[in-house]
């Protein structure tokens, strides 16, 4: 069981961030070009959020079955992770949890908003620096 999590969340990950990047650039070049916010733009934003929700969910129920999440640090404690360790079980979880609440707070933040150009910007901003986050603890070594 532990094998298919941890292979569905590496290969989930791939389409997560496709369709995350795609939101981003959809919403970039939305702002520049002043066009109008559709349903179309509105889909790929929610495409990207669902996509980055499933992500989290598989990623929680790995962490608590993994050797690498919550038992690592049972077993270890907190001084003798090694850097890699570390990543597993505590920076790549918990960054991430932050980006997907940024992702989270800008697909609701939208709603409120009339103007296209507001919407594009608020998708842009909190999708964009979510997409930052996650980038920045892909645990690059295990996943190439």
Known sequence: MYEFIQKFHSGWAYLALLVLVVAVVN?????????????????????ALIAIHIQLLVGIILYFISPNGLNMIK????GGLTTE???LALEHPLINIIAIVLITIGWSKHKKLVSG????KTFSIFYGLGL???LS???WKIWF
């Open 132 to 134: 930052v986050l996650i």
């Open 85 to 87: 360790s570390r990543l």
């Open 27 to 47: 919403s970039l070049i939305g702002l520049s070009s002043k066009k109008e916010f559709t349903s179309k733009d509105r889909k790929i934003a929610l495409f």
């Open 137 to 139: 603890r892909i645990p």
């Open 117 to 120: 150009e507001s919407k594009f």
């Open 75 to 78: 077993a270890v404690g907190m």
